[in-house]
């Protein structure tokens, strides 16, 4: 109810302060100065980096300027994850703000892809939104949806539209009343010492017996490793948006209500912060 | 945990079952494991109350800062680009940036006066621009003047245009009636045309039927004839005639010619010589071819024997008339004319009713003999022929007639005139007629061919004629009285007349002409005596009744007989000149003419009525 509104309204104005930084071995006309900004929590590098871009392109020389890129300690931050599930992964227990550094040479093309303009992210987008609602609905409202429904989803995310997206996307998050949930939920389960990517499977919200699968089963199917055994302190956290739900929380709430704009449930596990 | 099955929807939600378990509060982020005891709402209330703190961490101790520092980045980078502006000059001269920036105080007022010439320039261009622009604006309004003026000519066309269509409109009405009518009367004409059709058949028809009957008629008659003929030359064979050499009786002659050739022959020749002319053929030739050709010659028009044997009688004298015999209604219409016939007590009377019968007198009674029929109009003038075996008469229909005696049908019809017929005589010279006709000619016919042989144009309608030898005399309307040579058909002589001669008579011994004048008057003259003596007879009480009123000379040439008007019969005498004699009474209307008997004994007159009245002197 009033409750879930404003979860749904949180998590979408969910913001990062953030400091860029122009890489020292860049070229410059004269001392850059940092660039702060208020990053969304839900939506892509690229498209929220504009006045970051022209900040540092003023001190520039035109020549010296190629395709922009992030790095964070080391480590190039892949434009296609949200902002949201890059600093829950690389910083979350570090001081604020998140210290991000600008490159224009030498792309990694090795670790990140390369983003000419917002199409790409628009594409991108739009297919995990398919792929979400093929694992709720076999895609078919998503199918149902027209190209102006897309569009707007797609506008709602690029402009920040609360209302706009959700007026869209509160159809992607209904299932008939028989099923008990959707068929499948979608979800990501990001680690930060994994050779994988990322982990992603079929699981379904309610148990053949009737149960309704909590965070909790999922973890423990997905990544037995991250629930801590009993009686051992808690070594992993396990984040979503920046909070750690409770363990019992059903997992068709937090699919509906804590998903990202894509329709995915990122989920980040991450070590617990010693201090 | 058990949860009951709620359908989440966005964002009508229907009740969430509260469990009445209560909501336990966590302080950090421990999580407790396993579930048992938790309310469905603790869960979310942890993920709020997370949230919540997380903004307020994250998001809201850093936006003010964040903002602010923003703008004042904004207004540096400003500063700094104006100021880099400046610091593009030479920058290593510090001290003369005074000079630079009156350097750049002249080059901003060049600038400024450039621009300024500019805008005069642009002005200028302006001003131009408004001024094609109003011209265009000066066309526009003219070219929608003409329009205007153009629409309204089409206007006014169009008005034009259905006037004339009204006006075809009527047109094509009238012609549609017109068009109309005349089809209703070419059916009429149609119609007509197949009633005359049809009163042509009719007609025709009515005419075959008439001459079927003339036919008939005829061949009945031939065939009586025939019939006739059979029988008395049977009788005639076996019986004997004897000739009586009477001059006034008239002989019975029987139509057989064969026994009597010789003896009447003889007696007669010198009667008949008077009145042939030397250009008679010779009898005695002709008796004998007569006998080679007799059969054939039975029924010919001109058998010569007949006429050879013509005794013609002398009167001696004429007894005046006294009284009536017998008043008779003669024809149904008016009598145009009566003649006794000059060889026996015959008389002939013809009139409008375009009969001409034939009486016969005796005991003082006219008694109906024949009817001639044939003319299709009014008779207007009866002559015999001097053997009184032919009757002549002129008639209404242009054409003058010949009768045999016994035949009822004419044998000849001598057509030729253009208007009425006159007067029809015998020439002194046989088998010639002269005919006068109000069309002012004389026509001379030859009746062995039955056609015209002289035309003699007189300036005058001709109203009446007689022959004498030689001559034929005419009466006119213009006053005179002509007399013409019969063989050179050329007038001799001009007689004048006191007024429109309406008849002629000639004496018996031809030498006195009467004729008798529209002015009542009676003129007698002398033919021999080139002198033209003349003598005039009035009476009083006298009028002449109509044009065509006739006068006579009595046999004897001693009195003269008129009809007048007035239904009287007048007789002068000659000798004195004196009326002799006037009988009223019998006729009630005017007497248009009158005839006296070759014996003298009796005068016939008739009248416009159809009464005819024989009188005589016992």
């Known amino acids: 109810m009033a409750d879930d509104k404003d979860v749904l309204r949180d998590v979408w104005f969910g913001r990062i302060p953030t400091s860029f930084t122009l890489n020292q071995d860049e070229v410059t006309e004269r001392e850059a100065e940092p660039y702060y900004l208020l990053l969304p929590r839900v939506s892509y590098l690229t498209?929220?980096?504009?006045?970051?871009?022209?900040?540092?392109?003023?001190?520039?020389?035109?020549?010296?300027?190629?395709?922009?890129?992030?790095?964070?300690?080391?480590?190039?931050?892949?434009?296609?994850?949200?902002?949201?599930?890059?600093?829950?992964?690389?910083?979350?227990?570090?001081?604020?703000?998140?210290?991000?550094?600008?490159?224009?040479?030498?792309?990694?093309?090795?670790?990140?892809?390369?983003?000419?303009?917002?199409?790409?992210?628009?594409?991108?987008?739009?297919?995990?939104?398919?792929?979400?609602?093929?694992?709720?609905?076999?895609?078919?409202?998503?199918?149902?949806?027209?190209?102006?429904?897309?569009k707007q989803l797609w506008m709602g995310l690029q402009n920040d539209k609360f209302d706009q997206f959700w007026a869209m996307n509160r159809k992607l998050m209904e299932y008939p009343t028989e099923e008990g949930g959707f068929r499948y939920i979608p979800f990501r389960i990001y680690q930060t010492m994994s050779d994988r990517p990322f982990i992603q499977r079929l699981f379904r919200p309610v148990s053949p017996e009737g149960n309704v699968h909590t965070l909790g089963d999922l973890m423990k199917e997905m990544d037995p490793a991250a629930l801590p055994n009993d009686g051992e302190p808690k070594r992993y956290q396990v984040v979503i948006h920046g909070i750690e739900p409770l363990l019992e929380t059903p997992l068709q709430w937090l699919s509906e209500h804590l998903s990202h704009p894509d329709n995915f449930l990122h989920i980040c596990v991450i070590p617990t912060p010693t201090d | 945990m058990n949860q009951p099955g709620l359908r989440a929807s966005w964002p009508t939600r229907p009740a969430v079952l509260t469990d009445p378990a209560g909501v336990s509060e966590r302080s950090g982020r421990v999580l407790a494991p396993g579930g048992g005891g938790r309310s469905a709402e603790s869960w979310k209330k942890d993920i709020v109350r997370q949230l919540k703190h997380r903004d307020l961490s994250q998001h809201a101790m850093f936006q003010d800062l964040i903002r602010f520092y923003t703008q004042l980045l904004e207004k540096t980078s400003l500063a700094k680009g104006i100021l880099s502006c400046s610091v593009r000059r030479p920058s290593s001269d510090s001290s003369s940036s005074v000079s630079s920036l009156l350097q750049r105080n002249n080059q901003l007022k060049k600038t400024t006066g450039e621009l300024a010439y500019q805008v005069v320039e642009l002005q200028q261009q302006i001003k131009i621009k408004e001024c094609v622009l109003e011209e265009q604006h000066a066309r526009l309004s003219e070219e929608e003047r003409r329009l205007a003026g153009v629409l309204d000519a089409r206007q006014e066309l169009q008005e034009r245009v259905g006037q004339v269509q009204e006006k075809n409109g009527a047109l094509k009405m009238e012609y549609d009636v017109l068009l109309e009518r005349q089809r209703e009367a070419e059916t009429r004409l149609r119609e007509e045309k197949v009633k005359e059709g049809h009163l042509l058949e009719d007609m025709i028809h009515l005419k075959k039927q008439a001459a079927a009957r003339m036919n008939s008629r005829n061949e009945r008659r031939s065939r009586a004839r025939q019939a006739n003929l059979q029988k008395e030359l049977q009788t005639a064979a076996r019986s004997k005639v004897t000739v009586d050499s009477s001059s006034s009786a008239p002989?019975?002659?029987?139509?057989?010619?064969?026994?009597?050739?010789?003896?009447?022959?003889?007696?007669?020749?010198?009667?008949?010589?008077?009145?042939?002319?030397?250009?008679?053929?010779?009898?005695?030739?002709?008796?004998?071819?007569?006998?080679?050709?007799?059969?054939?010659?039975?029924?010919?028009?001109?058998?010569?024997?007949?006429?050879?044997?013509?005794?013609?009688?002398?009167?001696?004298?004429?007894?005046?008339?006294?009284?009536?015999?017998?008043?008779?209604?003669?024809?149904?219409?008016?009598?145009?004319?009566?003649?006794?016939?000059?060889?026996?007590?015959?008389?002939?009377?013809?009139?409008?009713?375009?009969?001409?019968?034939?009486?016969?007198?005796?005991?003082?009674?006219?008694?109906?003999?024949?009817?001639?029929?044939?003319?299709?109009?009014?008779?207007?003038?009866?002559?015999?022929?001097?053997?009184?075996?032919?009757?002549?008469?002129?008639?209404?229909?242009?054409?003058?007639?010949?009768?045999?005696?016994?035949?009822?049908?004419?044998?000849?019809?001598?057509?030729?005139?253009?208007?009425?017929?006159?007067?029809?005589?015998?020439?002194?010279?046989?088998?010639?007629?002269?005919?006068?006709?109000?069309?002012?000619?004389?026509?001379?016919?030859?009746?062995?061919?039955?056609?015209?042989?002289?035309?003699?144009?007189?300036?005058?309608?001709?109203?009446?004629?007689?022959?004498?030898?030689?001559?034929?005399?005419?009466?006119?309307?213009?006053?005179?009285?002509?007399?013409?040579?019969?063989?050179?058909?050329?007038?001799?002589?001009?007689?004048?007349?006191?007024?429109?001669?309406?008849?002629?008579?000639?004496?018996?011994?031809?030498?006195?002409?009467?004729?008798?004048?529209?002015?009542?008057?009676?003129?007698?003259?002398?033919?021999?005596?080139?002198?033209?003596?003349?003598?005039?007879?009035?009476?009083?009480?006298?009028?002449?009744?109509?044009?065509?009123?006739?006068?006579?000379?009595?046999?004897?040439?001693?009195?003269?007989?008129?009809?007048?008007?007035?239904?009287?019969?007048?007789?002068?005498?000659?000798?004195?000149?004196?009326?002799?004699?006037?009988?009223?009474?019998?006729?009630?209307?005017?007497?248009?003419?009158?005839?006296?008997?070759?014996?003298?004994?009796?005068?016939?007159?008739?009248?416009?009525?159809?009464?005819?009245?024989?009188?005589?002197?016992?």
């Open chain 2, 251 to 618: 002989t019975s002659r029987s139509t057989s010619p064969k026994k009597e050739n010789h003896d009447p022959e003889s007696t007669e020749k010198p009667h008949t010589r008077l009145f042939r002319s030397a250009s008679a053929t010779s009898p005695r030739i002709l008796n004998s071819i007569r006998e080679l050709f007799e059969k054939r010659r039975g029924h010919s028009v001109c058998s010569l024997e007949e006429d050879l044997m013509c005794p013609v009688g002398i009167c001696v004298s004429a007894r005046v008339p006294v009284r009536a015999r017998q008043a008779l209604e003669a024809h149904e219409q008016g009598i145009n004319a009566v003649r006794f016939s000059s060889s026996s007590d015959l008389l002939a009377t013809g009139g409008t009713d375009r009969v001409i019968k034939l009486w016969e007198v005796r005991a003082g009674s006219l008694t109906h003999r024949a009817t001639l029929e044939g003319s299709t109009e009014g008779v207007t003038c009866i002559d015999f022929n001097p053997t009184g075996l032919k009757i002549l008469a002129a008639s209404y229909d242009k054409s003058a007639l010949l009768w045999q005696r016994d035949e009822s049908v004419p044998k000849l019809t001598l057509t030729g005139h253009s208007r009425k017929v006159t007067a029809a005589r015998f020439s002194s010279l046989p088998h010639q007629v002269v005919t006068g006709s109000a069309d002012r000619t004389i026509r001379l016919w030859d009746l062995h061919r039955a056609a015209c042989v002289q035309v003699a144009d007189v300036p005058s309608y001709c109203s009446d004629l007689v022959c004498s030898e030689n001559s034929i005399i005419s009466g006119h309307y213009d006053c005179k009285i002509r007399v013409w040579d019969t063989r050179t058909v050329s007038c001799v002589q001009e007689l004048p007349a006191q007024g429109k001669v309406t008849s002629l008579d000639i004496s018996s011994d031809h030498r006195q002409l009467l004729s008798c004048c529209r002015d009542d008057c009676l003129q007698l003259v002398d033919l021999r005596r080139w002198s033209n003596d003349r003598m005039c007879f009035r009476a009083e009480g006298f009028k002449c009744g109509s044009d065509s009123t006739k006068a006579v000379i009595s046999p004897d040439g001693c009195f003269l007989a008129a009809g007048s008007a007035d239904g009287a019969v007048y007789i002068w005498n000659f000798s004195t000149g004196k009326l002799e004699t006037r009988l009223p009474d019998q006729h009630s209307s005017s007497i248009s003419a009158v005839s006296w008997s070759l014996s003298g004994e009796h005068v016939v007159s008739v009248d416009k009525r159809g009464l005819a009245v024989l009188w005589s002197d016992i």
């Open chain 1, 47 to 150: 498209l929220v980096t504009d006045k970051v871009k022209k900040h540092f392109l003023k001190v520039m020389r035109a020549e010296d300027v190629e395709e922009m890129w992030f790095e964070y300690e080391g480590t190039p931050l892949k434009w296609h994850y949200p902002i949201g599930v890059l600093f829950d992964l690389h910083a979350s227990n570090t001081v604020l703000p998140w210290s991000i550094t600008v490159h224009f040479k030498n792309f990694p093309d090795s670790d990140l892809l390369h983003c000419p303009s917002s199409s790409v992210v628009e594409a991108h987008f739009m297919s995990s939104i398919k792929e979400a609602d093929a694992l709720k609905h076999k895609s078919q409202v998503v199918n149902d949806m027209q190209k102006k429904d897309h």
